[in-house]
């Protein structure tokens, strides 16, 4: 391990980099631009301590191990397995409470059996039907983020198609929103002797480089473009409306939102941990991709539509309300 690192970012990726480093002995300096680290995984303030989108680890994640063995994870949310009795789809143009049929066929099917160089959409049809396959495809939506998933490899959507499907579910909530596990990163990080400077935005390598030693580059792509003057550093990436929503409790409300018409996901995240809003209020997290090119409205109505099937008179019950788009962060 060199003697000298330099992270450039101070959200997950970043800080992971820097106690990685620092635990085999480097003498680390982490620069961010913000004045707080997280970046994607900041959570706001109360009294709606939203996530930037609906955020949840998956319990066979490689992160969730590493995060794990350092004892970094802290206190969860429980997940009920009742919960999962208040899901609902909505496949032409209803609200089910079941899947297609055809959908429970692919989950037996290891992403190792599945073709690369096949889209996903093809091999499901093959398999399922192509009615089934696409309601599947959208589905994924959720851990992918992108307007047509069957576009995408069979390989890379089935494997995440199995995890988010998964019994017993693989999903973790960390209690109090993902804050948390930045803050005790951002410990961990202290402890060994990392040294943070926020709101020093690095315009240069030369600015991140005062010592010899490597300097590891952990931003959004668009940054690391500019940063590394690299135009090169650019890839199709997934584009998505993040709906944040605090209502009004009614007992009537769905847990789980998946629209199988087209990708788009609604949660309430209070269904777990009741302490992200006031007492008597819900709070959602949503998100509604859409192509590159397409009018944001588009997936905004969209997605009211999922709402007002999942949320009776929803409209007349927001306490809040906050609207965004995220391109190019995956």
């Known amino acids: 391990m060199p ?66 063995d350092r004892g970094l994870i802290g206190p969860l949310a429980p997940f009920r397995l009742s919960d999962v009795s208040g899901a609902r789809f909505r496949h032409h143009g209803a609200l089910r409470r079941t899947p297609p049929l055809g959908m429970v066929r692919l989950l037996g099917t290891d992403a190792d059996q599945v073709p690369a160089d096949v889209d ?32 995408l490899s069979a390989r890379f959507v089935q494997e995440r ?19 948390a596990i930045v803050n005790r990163m951002a410990a961990r990080a202290r402890n060994l002797g990392v040294r943070t400077e926020t709101g020093a935005r690095v315009h240069t ?17 668009a940054a690391a473009r500019a940063l590394l003057d690299d135009a090169s550093l650019t890839w199709p990436s997934g584009r998505t409306v993040l709906v944040d929503l605090a209502l009004r409790e009614d007992p009537r409300d769905a847990f789980v939102l998946s629209d199988l ?15 992200l809003a006031p007492k008597g209020e819900h709070l959602l997290q949503a998100q509604f991709p859409l ?21 009776p008179d929803w409209r007349d019950r927001v306490t809040y309300r906050r609207d965004a788009l995220a391109e190019g962060r995956t």
Not at 134 to 150: I, Q
Not at 261 to 275: A, L
Not at 291 to 311: F, I, K, Q, S
Request: glycine share 12%; proline share 8%; aromatic share 8%.
């Open 3 to 68: 003697r000298t690192v330099t992270v450039v970012g101070g959200g997950l990726a970043g800080l992971t980099a820097a106690i990685a480093a620092a635990e085999r002995g480097a003498d680390v300096t982490l620069y961010e631009a913000h004045h707080d680290l997280g970046g994607r995984a900041r959570t706001a303030a109360a009294p709606y301590r939203t996530n930037e989108g609906p955020h949840a680890f998956l319990s066979r994640s490689p992160h969730w191990a590493w995060l794990n």
């Open 161 to 179: 198609l199995r995890r988010i499907t998964g019994f017993p579910p693989e999903v973790r909530y960390p209690r109090g929103g993902w804050q």
């Open 291 to 311: 192509a590159p090119g397409a009018p944001r409205e588009d997936a905004v109505a969209r997605g009211e539509t999922l709402l007002d099937l999942g949320l």
């Open 261 to 275: 018409d087209g990708p788009g996901y609604v949660e309430r995240f209070t269904v777990q941990d009741p302490t």
């Open 120 to 151: 996903f959409l093809s091999w499901a049809s093959w398999r399922i039907g192509d009615e089934a396959a696409r309601a599947t495809a959208y589905l994924t939506s959720v851990v992918l983020f992108h307007h047509d998933p069957g576009s």
């Open 205 to 221: 390598l030369a600015d991140a480089r005062p010592h010899d030693g490597p300097v590891i580059v952990a931003t959004s792509l």
